[in-house]
């Protein structure tokens, strides 16, 4: 079946770190795959999306692309702020048929940016 | 509405008691997701709906979990004989048509407390 493993938290960084998240999929078919972010407080919300093998995300800084090889999506950013710690969520979503699936959801990462 | 809706924003119950939690899509959406949201656990797909296909209930944890889609849009997710372990945030989504890369919209979620 389809699912999403990531790398477990948390992550502290101080102010302009580099991140990398790491995220890496099983799928039975051509998936699409994302990145979402929940910040305190506020609800799940998109921050990049790839459709298709070698596409790059990029979205406020955070890139991640879409590697068929290696069945990843990494997400980097080359320097973190304070505002970007929150919830990071790894997703897939995978299409065949006419219905497709539900997008799947890693735990999530916990990132917390220090000044 | 501007986005997805959901009521109660936070719910308290007696174990053993039945609850619905109701959810109101972003209207024209034809998908709709409901996910559960526990500390360390993630995001645990539930349910999902997409336009007249049958659901997909792969993911509801027991019998005493199911959910209904009313005229492809409002959706209630109801929990009979509520235990302690269901304690958790659930989350609704909804999406425009299921095409790969189709974004999720989600709502703010229902807290659910069993005591």
């Known amino acids: 079946g389809n699912s999403v493993t990531q790398m477990e938290g948390p992550v502290t960084l101080s102010e302009e770190a580099f991140l990398t998240i790491n995220c890496t999929y099983t799928a039975t078919g051509y998936p699409s795959l994302f990145w979402y972010v929940q910040y305190p407080g506020e609800g799940l919300q998109l921050l990049l999306k790839a459709t298709k093998a070698d596409d790059k995300g990029s979205n406020k800084g955070f890139e991640a692309t879409y590697r068929k090889e290696t069945t990843s999506f990494h997400l980097e950013k080359g320097s973190v702020q304070v505002s970007d710690s929150a919830v990071y969520f790894c997703a897939l979503s995978d299409v065949y048929g006419q219905a497709g699936t539900a997008l799947i959801f890693g735990k999530g990462t916990t990132l917390s940016v220090s000044s | 509405g501007a986005g997805v809706s959901q009521s109660p924003s936070n719910k308290v119950t007696e174990k053993g008691k039945d609850v619905e939690l109701r959810c109101d899509p972003i209207?024209?959406?034809?998908?709709l997701y409901w996910y559960r949201q526990s500390l360390g656990q993630g995001l645990e797909f539930l349910i999902y709906?997409?336009?007249?296909?049958?659901?997909?209930k792969s993911g509801l944890p027991s019998d005493r979990f199911s959910a209904e889609r009313t005229g492809g849009s409002v959706s209630t997710l109801t929990i009979q004989r509520t235990q302690q372990e269901d304690s958790a945030v659930y989350l609704c989504a909804s999406s425009l048509a299921f095409q790969g890369g189709t974004e999720a919209f989600f709502g703010q979620g229902t807290r659910l407390t069993v005591v």
């Open positions: 209207s024209g959406h034809t998908a």
């Open positions: 709906f997409q336009g007249n296909s049958a659901p997909d």
